[in-house]
């Protein structure tokens, strides 16, 4: 984090010193074109304030002004003061950048309020801190012998154009500046906002498919389950209708055979001898229906399904049964 902030700092160290030799170096080809001010001797008139001007909207730190005044200073001609110059401009300018940044900056918003503080804050540039530290440093210097208020007035008649025109230059700049920044800050928010929607609408997707994935593998478990108890239900449909089958027509039989022989015991003609035959035809059958029950018994334990074949088989196996129980019989 230290490291990052050092960083941040040297780069704005670069950016601002590069600004200032910028703004000094166009400060300087605008002081090459000079108007001399009639009356005034070594007084001259440009549009060399402008970028002068411009330059304390993009340095960071009141220092730097110091800088574009330097290389400013440079563009004096010869009947001029190099250190009148510098003074003029650079003691002047640091009171102007302050009173950006402090009023003018912070209403980037009212773009009404920004247009007047900073017209005003021009006339206050010129009127108050250029021309008196110009005649001051002057007069200092040997250039002007002059009363002060003379030649405030005097000089004040000639710059007056420049003061509009750079007034209205640098305002317009400003007002360009404004909507850029302002620009930018829309684009800013806006593809922040672009940025957090298409966050929201990623995460909202991985979640849908997260989801989809879920809900696929449910049915697809659904779909297993299904068959499986489509499968188990045709399974105990098939053996309930051997289980049917076998009740219907295997076990039906001996079972009849016991009802009728009961009924005709009941018959009071009967003799005894026929009644111990009949006794024993009916504890055959019974015979052969316990055996069938206990291996009936056998396959629902096992829970077999009876099957075509199994049906067969069991059927043999009842016929075995009824054979061995006839055939004990006859002996």
């Given at each position: 984090m230290m490291t990052k902030n050092l960083f941040h700092f040297k780069k704005n160290i670069v950016n601002d010193?590069?600004?200032?030799?910028?703004?000094?170096?166009?400060?300087?080809?605008?002081?090459?074109?000079q108007f001399n001010i009639p009356g005034i001797e070594g007084g001259t008139s440009?549009?060399?304030?402008?970028?002068?001007?411009?330059?304390?909207?993009?340095?960071?730190?009141?220092?730097?002004?110091?800088?574009?005044?330097?290389?400013?200073?440079?563009?004096?001609?010869a009947d001029g003061s190099i250190l009148s110059t510098f003074l003029m401009h650079g003691i002047s300018l640091i009171p102007f950048w302050c009173y950006y940044h402090t009023l003018v900056k912070p209403?980037?918003?009212?773009?009404?309020?920004?247009?007047?503080?900073?017209?005003?804050?021009?006339?206050f540039y010129y009127?108050?801190?250029?021309l008196p530290i110009m005649i001051i440093t002057?007069?200092?210097?040997?250039?002007?012998?002059?009363?002060f208020r003379i030649f405030?007035?005097?000089?004040?008649?000639?710059v007056y154009f420049e003061m509009f025109a750079t007034s209205l230059i640098a305002t317009l700049y400003l007002l360009h500046y404004n909507v850029n920044q302002q620009l930018?800050?829309?684009?800013?928010?806006?593809?922040?906002?672009?940025?957090?929607?298409?966050?929201?609408?990623?995460?909202?997707?991985?979640?849908?498919?997260?989801?989809?994935?879920?809900?696929?593998?449910v049915n697809n478990h659904l779909d297993e389950q299904v068959l499986e108890r489509t499968q188990t239900l045709e399974n105990r449909n098939i053996q309930l209708s051997g289980y049917a089958f076998v009740n219907s027509h295997l076990l039906r039989a001996p079972l009849a055979r016991i009802l009728g022989l009961a009924s005709i015991l009941k018959d009071e003609s009967t003799s005894e001898s026929k009644e111990n035959i009949l006794m024993d035809k009916m504890i055959q059958s019974c015979d052969e229906l316990d055996k069938i029950i206990h291996l009936m018994g056998k396959i629902v334990t096992e829970e077999s399904i009876l099957e075509v074949e199994q049906i067969e088989d069991l059927q043999e196996q009842i016929r075995k049964i009824s054979n061995e129980i006839s055939m004990r019989g006859k002996l």
């Open positions: 010193l590069l600004m200032a030799l910028l703004f000094g170096l166009i400060a300087f080809i605008f002081g090459l074109i440009g549009l060399n304030e402008v970028p002068l001007l411009i330059s304390v909207i993009y340095l960071s730190h009141p220092i730097y002004v110091l800088l574009v005044s330097f290389i400013f200073c440079f563009s004096t001609t209403r980037f918003k009212n773009v009404l309020v920004v247009v007047v503080l900073f017209i005003f804050g021009i006339c009127l108050v801190l250029v002057n007069q200092f210097v040997g250039l002007n012998i002059l009363d405030y007035f005097q000089v004040l008649e000639a930018k800050e829309h684009i800013t928010s806006v593809e922040s906002q672009v940025k957090e929607r298409t966050s929201q609408l990623a995460f909202a997707v991985k979640e849908l498919n997260a989801a989809n994935e879920e809900l696929k593998t």
